[in-house]
């Protein structure tokens, strides 16, 4: 298989966490930042490091990018800067472009001039933090989607002595088991006949409200 590669504009906390995972990934990486510090720090991680100012369309150019995978525009404070640049790499035939965006109006431009996917990295990740402490445990629940979590659950005092099928929990609460943690043992795909101790500890799959009402039930 061809190794990807992608072209980042900006190493701010962002950008730099892109760009670590694409390498870690095994992806061709090329990072632009006009701070020499920046690069210098990411120089060994990527494949190619450039410091130039993303604003010189010129020097854009240069880099030899039409034939990338992806162009990630990382570069949310400069409206200016990341809209010119969205244009210019769509221009170059980067196939995929995604950029970051500070306000509602500043994602509307960058949908307008080609940014195939918007992201506010600020925003998202405080929805997540929010909704994984509404969820009760910041470690216990994985976000799968907007609206679909794993979770794992202590089995209620209610439930204790009955089985998966006994408490009918696909069709009453809408949740998958995938598994049950028994001390320190861990049972993945559990027999759905199985009789379900106070001290066990369910894992499923399900969506956010209702994942929270049966975190909460006694």
């Not at 170059?92 to 992201?119: E, N, R, S, Y």
């Not at 199985?194 to 049966?214: C, F, M």
Request: glycine share 6%.
């Amino acid at each position: 298989m061809q190794k990807k590669e992608f072209v980042v504009f900006g190493l701010g906390r962002f950008g730099r966490s892109v760009t670590t995972k694409l390498a870690e990934s095994g992806c061709g990486v090329l990072v632009v930042d006009n701070d020499e510090d920046k690069i210098q720090e990411m120089a060994d991680i990527v494949t190619y490091a450039v410091r130039a100012d993303v604003c010189d369309s010129e020097m854009i150019e240069t880099l030899g990018i039409s034939n990338f995978d992806g162009a990630i525009v990382a570069i949310g404070e400069n409206l200016e800067a990341s809209v010119m640049i969205t244009i210019l790499v769509k221009e170059l035939g980067i196939p995929f472009v995604l950029a970051k965006a500070q306000t509602d109006i500043h994602a509307k431009v960058l949908k307008k001039v080609g940014a195939d996917t918007v992201v506010f990295p600020e925003k998202e990740t405080g929805i997540r933090i929010a909704h994984n402490l509404m969820m009760g445990n910041l470690f216990n629940a994985i976000e799968l989607s907007s609206t679909t979590s794993m979770m794992e659950i202590d089995v209620p005092e209610s439930w204790d002595g009955q089985s998966i099928t006994e408490l009918n929990l696909r069709a009453k609460y809408k949740v998958n088991v995938i598994g049950i943690k028994h001390k320190s043992e861990l049972n993945i795909n559990p027999d759905p006949e199985e009789q379900l101790s106070k001290d066990d500890i369910l894992i499923v799959i399900g969506k956010n409200d209702t994942l929270n009402k049966l975190a909460n039930l006694d």
